[in-house]
């Protein structure tokens, strides 16, 4: 009996799942291995918030492959050392996996590609997690895109591959080991936040059906609205595999058709959405040096001249800016964080702060649920200036006109602030005199947007002058 292995990443699902159903279509029988981390106590790059999120979608997994005859093998440690001896122990011909955008999973991919090919062993790479990957989307001469809005606009225009099938029966050999399915308490972590959202392939295709039958068509319009329950909040479901992109986005493009000229436009903006996280997939496929560097080369090695005291204010939400703190509190309580308030945070820890911008991105990573490494490093780049397609330098976001703009009713700050319930909203929306608390409570604003502001601008000046032209 042939014998493969679908190795498990960021695929979580049994729907439309690209290297799954080509195992299941080359083995008489299939081995789905999940291989958990062995890290322990804390790690850079995630959290208990996204753990937690990991360990309800793979127990979802496991009862979704049972009910197909199969089950989930979990092992633990180095991934390509803990696969090969799986092939040998069940004595598999083929290791399918869906390819990963980021240069860790790529580093790893070559390894067990290089270890399969001394094994004899055949290692089958598909594309799942991208509609378009890396190399399809380039310019006239061959070049990866440095700009959105082109890129855009010849990602459209490239044919879309089909939505595969739901896998509907499973063997699996007999006598295969497995660890029990985890808890966070593998990795040393403490308790998620309260507020998490629920994970797994049928929460997430919950989420995608409501979404679909009235969020999309009132997306372009509200959006940005940190109070609008109007986002898709399936970001943590792409992250991991929980849905199909290639499935929400033909989902999305069939839902327009049915909608009048305003909703089709709302959905046609919700699809750029999802084209921008495959720009930034790209983005870091070819450039793998922005996880280290700024994008911009003009900016690199400027000064962040914040102090960390002000870091930690941040985090915590105490800075004395109600849409800010709101945010970060939201962030501390849920893992999640809207989109909007996700850049006002950014660009006032870069720009209000002086603060670096690793430093945001890595908090972020270690809090969010869908903390996707190629979306938040393009968001905080974008946010401090130094991006692909960033804001320029010297468009800085006020906290103030952003409240007004956006959150002018209270009723984010409110919820997130029990400190300023009993305030009036109208105070929300400009800086208070010097010294002054919207609340007892509540602490004064950390620093004067206005000097801060231009501040900014000179240590942008002074890094363009060191060079950078």
């Not at 009910?67 to 696969?83: F, W, Y």
């Not at 029966?169 to 006598?175: D, K, Q, R």
Request: with cysteine; hydrophobic share 40%; net charge neutral.
């Amino acid at each position: 009996m042939k014998t493969v292995i679908h190795w498990f990443r960021r695929d979580l699902r049994v729907t439309d799942n690209t290297s799954l159903n080509a195992a299941v279509a080359a083995g008489e029988a299939v081995v789905p291995v999940y291989i958990l981390s062995d890290w322990k106590n804390g790690h850079p790059w995630t959290g208990s918030n996204r753990q937690h999120f990991l360990c309800e979608s793979l127990a979802s997994l496991d009862g979704n492959l049972r009910s197909v005859g199969g089950r989930l093998v979990v092992r633990c440690g180095e991934a390509v050392g803990e696969l090969m001896r799986l092939a040998r122990e069940a004595g598999a011909v083929e290791i399918h996996f869906n390819r990963d955008p980021d240069p860790f999973g790529r580093a790893v991919e070559e390894r067990l590609d290089a270890a399969c090919r001394e094994a004899g062993i055949v290692a089958v790479a598909h594309k799942d997690v991208a509609i378009h990957e890396r190399d399809e989307v380039l310019t006239g001469v061959g070049e990866t895109f440095r700009v959105f809005t082109p890129y855009s606009k010849a990602w459209a225009k490239l044919p879309k591959p089909a939505v595969g099938g739901r896998v509907k029966a499973l063997v699996v050999p007999e006598g295969i080991s497995s660890l029990p399915l985890p808890d966070i308490g593998h990795w040393g972590l403490g308790p998620a936040a309260g507020g998490v959202i629920g994970g797994g392939e049928k929460a997430a295709r919950a989420r995608m059906a409501s979404f679909l039958d009235g969020g999309i068509a009132r997306y372009g319009d509200l959006r940005d609205v940190p109070s609008a329950p109007a986002t898709s909040r399936l970001s943590q479901d792409l992250r991991y595999g929980l849905l199909s992109i290639r499935e929400l986005h033909a989902a999305c493009m069939k839902k327009a058709e049915m909608l009048d000229a305003g909703g089709r436009a709302s959905a046609v903006k919700y699809v750029a959405e999802l084209v921008w996280r495959e720009f930034y997939m790209q983005i870091l496929w070819n450039f793998p040096e922005v996880l280290e560097v700024e994008f911009n080369a003009k900016y690199r090695g400027m000064a962040w001249p914040g102090k960390p005291e002000a870091f930690e204010r941040w985090k915590a939400g105490e800075t004395g800016f109600p849409i800010v703190d709101a945010a970060m509190r939201e962030l501390l309580e849920t893992g999640f964080m809207h989109n909007r308030t996700r850049m006002i945070t950014a660009m006032f820890l870069t720009k209000d702060l002086h603060l670096d911008w690793r430093l945001g991105e890595s908090w972020f990573m270690r809090q969010l649920v869908d903390g996707e490494i190629a979306s938040n490093n393009g968001g905080w780049q974008w946010s401090a200036g130094t991006g692909a397609d960033a804001a320029p330098y010297f468009r800085i976001q006020n906290p103030w006109s952003q409240t007004k703009r956006y959150a002018a009713d209270g009723v984010y700050i409110k919820k997130w602030i029990p400190e300023l319930r009993d305030v009036d909203p109208a105070k929300f929306l400009e800086a208070p005199a010097p010294g002054m608390r919207l609340s007892p409570k509540y602490p004064a604003p950390m620093v004067d947007h206005a000097s801060a502001r231009d501040v900014t601008l000179d240590l942008f000046k002074a890094a363009l002058g060191g060079g950078g032209k």
